[in-house]
């Protein structure tokens, strides 16, 4: 890891400030780059026009009891890095050959829009009970590498 390796990822717990899931539900944020230049951001909150966990005060997951890694479509959140890619076709950026920092490791829907997008090298922080995700990057041939602070 290197100095831009560190920029990015603290660019992408910025980000991840700005997610509008309720309470103690994890704040993730996602940046895309290439050439040590930002294509987009995504952080995890309601899709547009629709209201969000902060507004409901409650988080629908919680309220259900559902483990964390499962059943990821009961949420109203959109996932950061799906936002990051889904930002970047509507403004019409090409993300073949970038690098996504993400503060999570993506689960599994996330992995195959990464890989499908072009992406192809995603640096995290924290990870997340998701093994099949880590075995598609594998597959695919994707980059995957743990940021440590150390």
């Known amino acids: 890891m290197d100095k831009w390796d560190k920029r990015f990822m603290d660019m992408a717990h910025l980000v991840a400030t700005w997610s509008s899931c309720y309470q103690n539900n994890r704040k993730i944020g996602a940046v895309i780059v290439r050439d040590k230049r930002i294509l987009t951001t995504g952080y995890n909150g309601a899709p547009s026009n629709v209201v969000s966990c902060v507004e409901k005060?409650?988080?629908?997951?919680?309220?259900?009891?559902?483990?964390?890694?499962?059943?990821?479509?009961?949420?109203?959140?959109?996932?950061?890095?799906?936002?990051?890619?889904?930002?970047?076709?509507?403004?019409?950026?090409?993300?073949?050959?970038?690098?996504?920092?993400?503060?999570?490791?993506?689960?599994?829907?996330?992995?195959?829009?990464?890989?499908?997008?072009?992406?192809?090298?995603?640096?995290?922080?924290?990870?997340?009970?998701?093994?099949?995700?880590?075995?598609?990057?594998?597959?695919?041939?994707?980059t995957v590498e743990q940021y440590s602070i150390d």
């Open 57 to 142: 005060k409650e988080c629908l997951r919680r309220k259900l009891n559902i483990p964390s890694g499962t059943c990821q479509e009961l949420c109203y959140a959109v996932h950061a890095e799906q936002n990051a890619i889904i930002q970047a076709a509507r403004i019409g950026v090409s993300l073949n050959g970038a690098t996504l920092y993400c503060t999570h490791q993506p689960c599994v829907i996330c992995a195959k829009m990464i890989i499908n997008s072009g992406i192809n090298r995603v640096v995290y922080n924290e990870g997340y009970p998701d093994d099949f995700a880590m075995q598609l990057f594998v597959e695919a041939g994707v």
